[in-house]
């Protein structure tokens, strides 16, 4: 959410930024009609207040008299109904005001974050910026499979069983891979927990929809959430535990010594991939459940850009100790997400595309969210509020990182070796083969 101001003194920049990301700029007009609408209402809110404190002091007065002056009963009578009238007016100026205020903030809790100066202009991911490559991509003297191929081939996941229980875009991991996903889970965790000092979190998998308003999931994507109801109660599954992390400070003023806010957490996510009809149908790379890895900072403002440069470290060493070629992306403007300001996309490179694809979406919300959930906090006792930063990033996709193993590792019989950080997090065994009478990880 964006401070009011933009809507009033910030206007040209404002239109500027929602042009630039493809938005529509209608909402400017809307929203400041209905701000102009509203501080009127206000004035005559005042005014008539002020008219009636002063009016029920005469009252007051009017009142004692009368007991020695029963001439004086029928203005006091008359001052009484007059006030009364006063006080209608004002309820229904309040009633006014109440559906104002309401459609004010369905208005701007609809309107993208403005993005950084910092981030380059464009429409669409091709005019995104290549920021740095690592690795080098195996040449392969034979054909690479797919991982959804090595996936059914090694029998370590199965589609079809899942589509019964499930319906589409749903997976079973089998045996070892549901223990490759269980150690690269844990293996992310341990690295940011020890080495880049993240506070570990078990956070809710449900949440109310004020949480999900305050990083901006609603109300605009609400299509993209599964809803659970019950008789009394009505949650959403989230779609990544940035949610219940960033809003595990919601409405609260922070103590400046704890800044800054450094938290991880593994969560299954649930998205129902709307508008994605048709793209990546076959394999892992969407789906409707899958397991993440995520990392939450809430920092000061002046730190926050640093902070992000940061956790893009943090991420890119799970990468570099799995021995993954990737790529870094900084995204143009008509690229990045809702609530962001600047976003580093880390692209893993997957043999059978013979591309790179998104593993991490690393990204500062500056304080939109922070506004939207009322995370604040006091540089100094005697200052006022400020509202902190948020950033959020994954630290990875564990299901993305399952399926780059597959497809880098693999060798001409469909064996799958295993990165050698693994080996300690699968009792030193170090890859999955298909000789023999069922599945075994190598010695």
């Known amino acids: 959410m964006l401070d009011n101001s933009y809507y009033v003194e910030g206007v040209k920049k404002l239109q500027d930024a929602l042009l630039s990301r493809g938005a529509e ?11 102009t609408s509203r501080k009127k209402i206000i004035l005559e809110v005042e005014t008539l207040k002020a008219k009636r404190n002063v009016e029920s002091q005469e009252i007051g007065k009017l009142k004692a008299k009368s007991k020695s002056d029963p001439s004086l009963i029928e203005v006091f009578e008359k001052k009484m109904a007059e006030v009364k009238l006063i006080g209608d007016q004002i309820k229904g100026f309040d009633l006014k005001l109440s559906k104002i205020e309401i459609e004010l903030l369905d208005l701007t809790l609809r309107v993208p974050n403005i993005p950084d100066s910092s981030v380059p202009i464009g429409k669409e991911a091709v ?71 993240y506070q570990e979190v078990i956070p809710p998998f449900m949440v109310h929809g004020d949480a999900l308003i305050g990083t901006g999931q609603l109300p605009k994507f609400e299509e993209d959430l599964f809803k659970i109801k019950t008789s009394e ?37 649930f ?27 809430i920092v000061t403002p002046e730190s926050s850009n640093d902070e992000l440069e940061k956790m893009v470290l943090d991420a890119e060493k799970v990468l570099e100790l799995l021995e993954l070629p990737y790529r870094r992306m900084l995204l143009c403007t008509g690229d990045m997400g809702f609530t962001a300001a600047k976003t580093y996309d880390l692209e893993v490179w997957l043999p059978s595309q013979n591309t790179y694809r998104e593993i991490s ?54 064996n799958v070796m295993i990165p050698k950080v693994l080996h300690p997090y699968l009792k030193g065994k170090k890859g999955f083969t298909e000789k023999g009478d069922a599945l075994w990880m190598l010695k």
Not at 127 to 156: A, C, M, Q, R
Not at 233 to 248: D, F, M, Q, R, S
Not at 278 to 294: A, S, W
């Open 361 to 414: 979406s690393c990204s500062n919300c500056g304080d939109f969210q922070a506004r939207r959930a009322q995370i604040r906090y006091k540089p100094d006792k005697n200052a006022k509020t400020i509202f902190l930063h948020t950033l959020n990033g994954s630290g990875l996709a564990v299901g993305r990182t399952f399926i780059a193993i597959l497809e880098n590792f693999q060798d001409e019989n469909g």
């Open 233 to 269: 109660k009505e949650y959403y599954l989230i779609p990544t535990a940035e949610v219940p992390l960033t809003n595990l400070y919601r409405e609260e003023i922070v103590p400046i010594e704890s800044l800054p806010i450094k938290v991880t957490a593994y969560s299954p996510c």
């Open 25 to 35: 700029t209608k909402v400017i007009e809307e929203v400041s009609q209905l701000l």
């Open 127 to 197: 005019e995104n910026k290549e920021i740095k490559k690592w690795g080098n991509p195996k040449n392969y003297s034979f054909i690479p499979k797919d991982h959804v191929t090595l996936g059914e081939e090694l029998k370590i996941i199965d589609q079809e069983r899942a589509s019964k229980v499930s319906g589409a875009r749903f997976v079973y991991y089998l045996g070892a891979g549901a223990a490759l996903e269980r150690a690269l889970i844990q293996f992310m965790l341990d690295l940011h927990t020890s080495d880049h000092s």
């Open 271 to 297: 998205r129902s991939e709307a508008g994605s009809h048709g793209k990546d149908t076959r394999g892992l790379i969407r789906q409707h459940q899958f397991q993440k890895v995520e990392l939450v900072k």
